[in-house]
């Protein structure tokens, strides 16, 4: 059994309400582990989490929107199982005290297998990220949804102490901008000046809301890691800057 909020967490760890619909769930020793792509090839990572009640398997998840929308009409907790032909897993079974639904699984041979970072970059900007933070930025990015954008630099306070900007609209000179700071910060360089998705930012961080811990860290090539965590879960996302 499975509580259907602890389902619907990890699912929407990876599925970033609606960026990624085709994954490979692979389920070992009761552990899940989800690793995905970005259509817009600017981000990949992946979904960890633990007690997870299903056979080992790998299993095609084609259609995350409508899995959700199953899920969705679901309470409590549920009960996951396989429904197979000749040992081929076909279906997901998930069931509560009033529904049994059935979830087609999609074909391995079609999901791309998602890409892996084979070498961990050497990070020179490191950011804690708490709950207070990840709720300024969504909003700040919600004040300018129309801006694709956001740029993030260097920006010590007045008393010359560590900030990381990220500015909002900030790659069009004349355009509105909204600037949020982190101020829990450790820096290698003051050097530094990339543009970054900031549709792909705020999902990241909204969909990461309800985790313990966050942190950001950043390389001078512009890769971007963005890893959470609580007990059970976590979730680590790889984004690239935009060209310039």
């Not at 009033?98 to 999901?111: C, G, H, R």
């Not at 297998?113 to 207070?132: L, M, Q, T, Y």
């Not at 306070?157 to 790659?171: A, I, K, T, V």
């Not at 700071?181 to 360089?189: A, G, K, P």
């Amino acid at each position: 059994m499975i509580d259907k909020l602890d389902l619907t967490t990890v699912i929407s760890k990876y599925y970033l309400n609606g960026m990624i619909e085709s994954v490979r769930w692979e389920i070992k020793e009761n552990n899940i582990h989800i690793a995905f792509n970005a259509p817009t090839k600017d981000m990949i990572g992946y979904v960890k989490a633990k007690n997870f009640p299903l056979e080992d398997s790998t299993i095609g998840i084609g259609n995350t929107t409508q899995l959700n929308k199953l899920v969705g009409i679901t309470n409590g907790y549920l009960s996951l199982e396989y429904k197979k032909q000749n040992k081929l897993i076909t279906k997901l079974i998930i069931a509560d005290n009033q529904y049994t639904l059935d979830y087609s699984l999609a074909d391995l041979m079609i999901i791309q297998s998602a890409g892996v970072i084979k070498d961990e970059p050497a990070f020179s900007i490191f950011a804690e990220i708490d709950n207070e933070s990840i709720g300024a930025i969504v909003k700040a990015k919600g004040a300018l949804a129309d801006t694709d954008t956001v740029v993030i630099r260097p920006n010590p306070n007045d008393d010359g102490e560590p900030r990381l900007e990220m500015c909002f609209g900030g790659n069009i000179e004349y355009s509105n901008k909204v600037s949020f700071f982190l101020s829990d910060v450790n820096m290698n360089t003051n050097e530094f000046n990339e543009n970054y998705n900031s549709n792909m930012i705020k999902e990241i961080m909204y969909c990461n809301k309800d985790m313990a811990s966050g942190k950001m860290s950043i390389d001078l090539e512009g890769v971007m890691k963005l890893e959470f965590e609580n007990e059970n879960i976590q979730s680590v996302y790889y984004v690239i800057a935009k060209e310039k």
